[in-house]
T-cell receptor, first 113, second 116 residues
Framework: GESVGLHLPTLSVQEGDNSIINCAYSNSASDYFIWYKQESGKGPQFIIDIRSNMDKRQGQRVTVLLNKTVKHLSLQIAATQPGDSAVYFCAETLNQAGTALIFGKGTTLSVSS | GAVVSQHPSRVICKSGTSVKIECRSLDFQATTMFWYRQFPKQSLMLMATSNEGSKATYEQGVEKDKFLINHASLTLSTLTVTSAHPEDSSFYIC????????????FGPGTRLTVL
């Protein structure tokens, strides 16, 4: 699989590989983090979230890791499939009603068969 | 559940005209809605936060007189781009926070605005 220590705008992997997408967030007070997938011409689609009292959360084929010490978030996709090709964004916010999301820079994931 | 729609999905207009974009929460009440703008190959940038029955809160650098936001009901917020110019061409996306949820936001499919 491919891993990226720092944020990179693009990531190319082979089908079946594991993908790791990184994100640095900006606000140390943020306590809720979300990963979104965005396909061309569409709105963001929720993938997985994590709260600041956790450092790891797993979903179906996806895992999010949170390192509050260095304000770093990562998304791991297991057995990447061509349908995973999209732009992935992390977002941060405060766990309060009516608080907007702050989006990070996206990473374009390309999966080849 | 938790579906957000936007209308229109795509609009082309002439420079100087105004365009209205609707954002609706179809199966839930949304006390708060958010409007984002996304330029090609860039991230989503928050434009404003819209609260039902009160004035919207705009982010720094977003002209409130140019981007009029109305949140008249718990299921509808509208964004009107007034006197549109080519530089306003962008992908406009709304999201809605379900009443009683503190953090979950549901995104609409976006509206592609092209100003000629």
């Amino acid at each position: 699989g491919e891993s990226v220590g720092l944020h990179l705008p693009t990531l190319s992997v082979q089908e079946g590989d594991n993908s790791i997408i990184n994100c640095a967030y900006s606000n140390s007070a943020s306590d809720y983090f979300i990963w979104y997938k965005q396909e061309s011409g569409k709105g963001p689609q929720f993938i997985i979230d994590i709260r600041s009292n956790m450092d790891k959360r797993q979903g179906q084929r996806v895992t999010v890791l949170l390192n509050k010490t260095v304000k770093h978030l990562s998304l791991q996709i297991a057995a990447t499939q061509p349908g995973d090709s999209a732009v992935y964004f992390c977002a941060e916010t405060l766990n309060q009603a009516g608080t907007a999301l702050i989006f990070g820079k996206g990473t374009t994931l390309s999966v080849s068969s | 559940g938790a579906v957000v729609s936007q209308h229109p999905s795509r609009v082309i207009c002439k420079s100087g005209t105004s365009v209205k974009i609707e954002c609706r929460s179809l199966d839930f009440q949304a006390t708060t809605m958010f409007w984002y703008r996304q330029f090609p190959k860039q991230s989503l940038m928050l434009m404003a936060t819209s609260n039902e029955g009160s004035k919207a809160t705009y982010e720094q650098g977003v002209e409130k007189d140019k981007f009029l936001i109305n949140h008249a009901s718990l299921t509808l917020s509208t964004l009107t781009v007034t006197s549109a110019h080519p530089e306003d061409s962008s992908f406009y996306i709304c999201s809605a926070a379900r009443d009683r949820d503190t953090d979950t936001q549901y995104f609409g499919p976006g509206t592609r605005l092209t100003v000629l």
